[in-house]
C-alpha cells in the first residue's frame, strides 16, 4: 500500500505489530535476571541471554550451536543426551514442565547448584525448549546454615539428657533401691511397690539414654551410617513399641560425614512423621546403590502421607528435602502399593553428595 501524495510503500499494521512484538520480548530476555536458554530438539543452544551467559562464563560465540551439555558436570552431561531422546520418545520427562534442583558447571569448572524450569515449545512444526536457571548458591549456604544449627542444637539437647538428666534418673534409682531394702529388711509389703518404683526407672534411665544417642550422633563415614541406621531402627523398636527393620543392600560409598549425617536426620525424621501422624507400627528402612545412584527409602504402614494443613508448618517435610537437596539429592514421598501407608525415598549420586 502506497502513500498517494509520496508514492512511499506505508508499512504494513500487521508486520509493525509484529515487529514490535519481537522487539519487546528481545528487550525482555536481554534485560531479565533468570539465565534463560533455548534449545533445540537434538540438544544445541539456540540463544542464551546475557544472563546466562554471565551465569556460565561464556560468550555468546561460545555457547550459540553447542550442545547445553557443556554446562553439566558429569555424569549429567553424559546423560543428558539420553534424557532428551526418552522424552521426545516417551512424552515422560524428569525435568521438562516439572523443574527442579540441579548442578550446572561454569567455564571454569566450578560447579554450582542452580533451579531449572523448562518449557517446551513447538514452532513451524518443530520442537523447542526454553530453560530458565538461577543461581542458588546463597540460598544453599544459608539452608546449610539453618541445618548445621539445628544439627548443634539437637547434638547439645542430647548431650544435655545423657549428662544431665540421666545422671538424676541414676540419683533416684539409687535412692528407691535403697527404700526397697529397707522395706525388704523391715518385712514391709511395701518392697514390692518399692522394687516396680525402680524397674521403671531404670527403663526410663535407659530409654534417656537411646534418646540422647539418637540426638547426638557421632560424626559419621558410610560404615558408621550403617551402624547409625541398625541402632536407630534398634531404638525405635524398642521405645515405641513398634516393628523397625533396617536392611542394607549394596555398599554405599560415602566419604562425606556430613552427608552420612543428613541422611541419618531424614531417615529419623521419616520415622516419627509414621508414627507420630501415621499411627504406623512397621517400618522398614532400606539402604541401597545401583550404579552410581544411591537409594534411602523409609516406608511404613501407617494412614499414609496428607499435605500439612495450611495453618501447620509441615517443617519436618520441608527440612528433610532441604537435607536431601544439600546432599545433591531428591526427595519424594508416595503411597506404598496397595498397604496404605507411606514411603519416603531420598535418592542421590554417591560421588556428588559432597557437594558444598
Request: charged share 30%; hydrophobic share 40%; with cysteine.
Given at each position: ?15 509493525m505489530?509484529?515487529?514490535d ?42 555457547m ?43 567455564k ?5 547448584p ?8 513447538r ?7 526454553t ?21 548443634r ?40 511397690d ?9 527403663g ?32 525405635t ?8 527393620r ?22 529419623q ?29 523409609i ?27 544439600m ?12 498397604n ?17
Amino acid at each position: 500500500m502506497e502513500d498517494p501524495a509520496t508514492g512511499a510503500k506505508e508499512p504494513n499494521p500487521v508486520e509493525m505489530a509484529l515487529r514490535d512484538s519481537e522487539e519487546r520480548l528481545r528487550a525482555i530476555l536481554q534485560t531479565a535476571v533468570e539465565g534463560i536458554i533455548t534449545i533445540d530438539e537434538h540438544g544445541m543452544m539456540e540463544s542464551v541471554n546475557p544472563a546466562a551467559r554471565k551465569l556460565f562464563g561464556y560468550t555468546q560465540e561460545e555457547m550459540v550451536g553447542r550442545n547445553v551439555s557443556m554446562l553439566m558436570p558429569e555424569p549429567y552431561s553424559s546423560e543428558h543426551g539420553g534424557y532428551l531422546e526418552n522424552y521426545l520418545r516417551t512424552g515422560e520427562g524428569k525435568i521438562i514442565g516439572i523443574g527442579r534442583e540441579v548442578v550446572g558447571r561454569r567455564k571454569d569448572g566450578s560447579i554450582f547448584p542452580m533451579d531449572l524450569s523448562v518449557g517446551e515449545v513447538r514452532l513451524a512444526g518443530e520442537r523447542f525448549f526454553t530453560g530458565i536457571v538461577r543461581d542458588i548458591t546463597e540460598r544453599k549456604r544459608l539452608e546449610k546454615e539453618v541445618l548445621e544449627i539445628s544439627d548443634r542444637e539437637q547434638r547439645r539437647i542430647g548431650q544435655d539428657l545423657h549428662d544431665d538428666l540421666c545422671q538424676h534418673l541414676a540419683g533416684i534409682g539409687l535412692m528407691s533401691e535403697v527404700l526397697e531394702q529397707k522395706l525388704i529388711d523391715k518385712a514391709e509389703p511395701e518392697s514390692a511397690d518399692a522394687r516396680r518404683i525402680t524397674t521403671q526407672v531404670q527403663g526410663a534411665i535407659e530409654q534417656t539414654r537411646m534418646l540422647a544417642r539418637g540426638l547426638s550422633p557421632l560424626e559419621m563415614d558410610s560404615a558408621d551410617l550403617v551402624t547409625a541406621l541398625t541402632e536407630l531402627a534398634l531404638n525405635t523398636s524398642e521405645i515405641f513399641r513398634v516393628s523397625c527393620r533396617f536392611r542394607a543392600e549394596n555398599p554405599v560409598p560415602i566419604e562425606d560425614a556430613a552427608v552420612s549425617t543428613h541422611l541419618y536426620r531424614i531417615a529419623q525424621e521419616a520415622i516419627s512423621n509414621a508414627i507420630r501422624h501415621g499411627g504406623a507400627d512397621e517400618i522398614a528402612i532400606l539402604l541401597d546403590c545401583e550404579a552410581d545412584e544411591a537409594l534411602l527409602s523409609i516406608s511404613d504402614n501407617g494412614s499414609g502421607f496428607a499435605e500439612p494443613k495450611k495453618e501447620q508448618h509441615g517443617m519436618g517435610l520441608h527440612i528433610m528435602k532441604y537435607r536431601a537437596g544439600m546432599i545433591g539429592g531428591t526427595l519424594d514421598i508416595a503411597p506404598v502399593n496397595g498397604n496404605g501407608g507411606a514411603v519416603v525415598s531420598c535418592r542421590f549420586r554417591p560421588a556428588l553428595s559432597s557437594f558444598p
